[in-house]
């Protein structure tokens, strides 16, 4: 998932960006170990730097009451499960919606793993891994105290396929329950109860059994994700749904002004008992909007807002005043996403590995870092394409180029072997495609033209519209014609598997005539073939070793310039309890049973 449909990241001042890497290269060494506020950097009592990073912060100080105060620099896409995909929509959306299995809730890695929510277990798989078969807990309602049946679950599901009306969200469960496209979704669908895909049966109020055309090993995954929560056929409002969704969670919706506020309130007919996951310490939610991410992070800092939503790192300015005053209320996670440059081979001479293994050489990898923040609010230099949530990623330890290593401040005599080898000695000129809407990255366009110019290369950079990225670099032909050589992006997991990040970005499947994100153009046999055999192998040693082996197929295309491996400094308030990162979004805090030490601050 790319960041701009994920989390909409904020605006980042681009003058700013080598100065604060030096501060909080300074700023952050050394920091508290979440045993004494006053350590950390804080002076009001908070947890320490990093107290809450893969593990729970003042996890035995939350209370029942009061309201959990969300700030935003970015709405979500859409509060409708269907089409929601930003990461921290998928997040909040576990306070008023519920799938037969979600993510833990538990710090880390254990995160990420599967557990049973409105089912009372993970699916009975049988038929050599075809059928999934659940049942629904007791006491699980909507909030007018309606049970929530087998029925609703499978409309909420079949709703995936409108995507003629609810588009944006993620397509996994159309894919592999009906590769033909034969449903054409609840909205024309001519069964009298609108309830026609085959490949789901709902034999009675309590069981749903879904039927596979070919066994996925991640289907579980894929059932974990907001888009396959219920949705009750008599509160479908369609497109309208985003503006209030009809809960089946603790909470339900209040009040909703798109880009201005939102608050949700306890769902009275929510029973703890029917809830494994969900333990609704506060009253009330509520998020604020903000246009100006420095205002929101004044907010934060003054104690009126208890964590950002948007979860994607403090900006340039209030980072800077938090870490020299108040470091003991930050974290620093690993985000999950990989920031890299791309070479579409339509564009020439990328269609040569040479000529890409030049630009791989010739860029300076700690200056591209600097770019993004430093280490610390930058991240890891980045080794190869697997981020580390992954199971089989290998972190710098597979690092084919060296780009961490001896070459991390680029290596001119292999570039210039490279650039000889592929018939261009002395160097070409290209494109860098990057979105205006994302200082920083312009920031790493900048970086990286500067490097390339030391061994002949000349780069241009086009600063594209944002909010337009799947018509112009999702477009293969857009990009042929605009001669865009190098693209710059980023991808993070929909779920935590190498099908979950890797499928969109490099299967010859993929490649689509708009909205794309192969942007390498990648048609390998070899990596299609493993992908093929990846969903059919049910065994995790066996999904670990060929996830390994793809990665390691992609970076010997050299298909990729990696940057870094995200990292993020976040900010959490005085008064939150129980609070923790999480794999299961990408290094997000878990909003699902945060809860405050004072209800009545």
Known sequence: MTTQRTSGQRK??????????????????????????????????????????NKVAQASL?????????????????????????????????????????????????????????ATSTAKVTDDGKTYTYTLRDGSTWEDGK?????????????????DVLSGGPTYLKDVLDPKGEYKGPYKDKSADKLGLKAIDTPDDKTIVFHLPQANSDFEEMLALTSASPVRQDKDTKSKYALKPFSSGPY??????P?????????????????????AYPDAITIQFFSDANQL?????????DLDLNQTGMSPQGRTTALKEHKGNLDNPVSGYVRYAVFPQSVKPFDNIE??????????????????????????????????????????????????????????????????????????????????????????????????????????IDQFDGSQSSGVIG?????????????????????????????????????AESGNNNYALIKDKTIDGLFDSYVTTLDDAGKTKISTEINHKVMEGAYYLPFVYERFINWRSDNLANVYTTDGYSGQYDFVNLGLKNPKK
């Open 12 to 53: 980042r001042a681009l003058a700013a960006a080598a100065v604060v890497a030096a501060l909080l290269t300074t700023a952050a060494c050394g920091g508290g170990d979440g045993d004494d506020g006053d350590k950390g950097g804080s002076k009001t009592g908070a947890a320490g730097f990093d107290a809450a990073n």
């Open 62 to 118: 939350a209370k029942k009451g009061g309201t959990l105060k969300f700030g935003a620099a970015q709405d979500a896409d859409s509060w409708d499960t269907t089409r929601g995909y930003y990461g921290m929509m998928w997040n909040f959306s576990r306070y008023y919606s519920r799938q037969l299995v979600t993510n833990k809730a538990e710090p880390g890695p254990a995160g990420a793993e599967v557990t049973p929510d409105l």
């Open 147 to 163: 049970a929530i049946t087998s029925k609703d679950v499978k409309y909420g599901i079949e709703r995936v396929w409108a995507q």
């Open 252 to 257: 339900k919706f209040e009040s909703y002004s």
């Open 259 to 279: 880009g201005k506020d939102l608050k949700l309130v306890r769902n009275t007919s929510w029973k703890q008992a029917s809830d494994p996951i969900r333990k």
């Open 297 to 305: 992070d004044q907010r934060l800092i003054s104690g009126d807002l």
């Open 355 to 460: 000529c890409r293994k030049a630009v791989i050489y010739g860029a300076d990898h700690v200056s591209l870092q600097t770019a993004r923040g430093g280490p610390i609010a930058g991240g890891d230099i980045g080794a190869n394409m697997l981020p580390p949530s992954v199971p089989g990623a290998e972190g710098q330890k597979y690092d084919p180029y060296e780009l961490a290593g001896a070459n991390k401040n680029g290596n001119e005599a292999k570039a210039k072997e490279a650039l000889k080898a592929c018939g261009k000695p002395n160097g070409f000129k290209t494109t860098i495609a990057v979105r205006n809407n994302k200082p920083v990255e312009v920031a790493t366009a900048q970086s990286l033209q500067a490097s390339l110019k030391k061994i002949g290369i000349t780069a241009e």
């Open 475 to 511: 477009s293969p032909s857009n990009v042929k014609k605009k001669g865009y050589g190098i693209i710059i992006m980023g991808w993070g997991p929909d779920f935590p598997t190498i099908q979950g990040f890797g499928l969109p970005l490099w299967s010859s499947k993929y490649i």
